[in-house]
T-cell receptor, first 116, second 109 residues
Framework: GAVVSQHPSWVICKSGTSVKIECRSL??????MFWYRQFPKQSLMLMAT?????????EQGVEKDKFLINHASLTLSTLTVTSAHPEDSSFYIC????????????FGPGTRLTVT | RKEVEQDPGPFNVPEGATVAFNCTYS??????FFWYRQDCRKEPKLLMS???SGNEDGRFTAQLNRASQYISLLIRDSKLSDSATYLC??????????FGAGTILRVKS
């Protein structure tokens, strides 16, 4: 149990375009989903926290108008990178949690974004 | 100062060796502590939680010292399959996970 999927697993896009990444909890309802970014040889950095049905809370330094997060249901959250630039190329990982049950976060397999 | 600091390594050890990783954290209000394992280009996977009383899971032993804000992981009888990056992770208010940059372990035959 507690499986989280992400789609796509990798994507290459041109500078200036937008990319949508989906995060799904497959066998449980996720009250909270988290979005992380990891640059090569660096640690995962939390970008934002989203609760179903409410606006996401962004970490300091993360542009909410550039990284649009939607958590419309208890099993799906999406991250849209708008007007992507090469410096947005990174490994984007989501995690999902059933906070009413446990503090454990279950991680998706990640999405590798390359902006050319 | 980074919130969670780890020696980046790499630690190159032979099979069967015992290896220890250390980690320090800066926020004394941190609530929970974990070790995760991350393989190359994959998502992190929870290895174990860390408690002040210490906890052991097979060949892995984790320890927390709240007074020193120090966390350790000991791996005994290293296997080739233990090769990975080990992430020290601290949970803060709001269930936010703060990750260290990771320590690379390479176990060689």
């Amino acid at each position: 149990g507690a499986v989280v999927s992400q789609h796509p697993s990798w994507v290459i896009c041109k500078s200036g375009t937008s990319v949508k990444i989906e995060c799904r909890s497959l066998d449980f309802q996720a009250t909270t989903m988290f979005w992380y970014r990891q640059f090569p040889k660096q640690s995962l950095m939390l970008m934002a926290t989203s609760n179903e049905g409410s606006k996401a809370t962004y970490e300091q330094g993360v542009e909410k108008d550039k990284f649009l997060i939607n958590h419309a249901s208890l099993t799906l959250s999406t991250l849209t990178v708008t007007s992507a630039h090469p410096e947005d190329s990174s490994f984007y990982i989501c995690s999902a949690s059933r906070l009413a049950v446990t503090y454990e976060q279950y991680f998706g397999p990640g999405t590798r974004l390359t902006v050319t | 100062r980074k919130e969670v600091e780890q020696d980046p390594g790499p630690f190159n050890v032979p099979e069967g060796a015992t290896v220890a990783f250390n980690c320090t954290y800066s926020n004394s209000a941190s609530q929970s502590f974990f070790w995760y394992r991350q393989d190359c280009r994959k998502e992190p996977k929870l290895l174990m939680s860390v408690y002040s009383s210490g906890n052991e899971d097979g060949r892995f032993t984790a320890q927390l010292n709240r007074a020193s804000q120090y966390i350790s992981l000991l791996i005994r009888d290293s296997k080739l399959s233990d090769s990975a990056t080990y992430l020290c992770v601290v949970m803060e208010y709001g269930n936010k996970l703060v990750f260290g940059a990771g320590t690379i372990l390479r176990v060689k035959s």
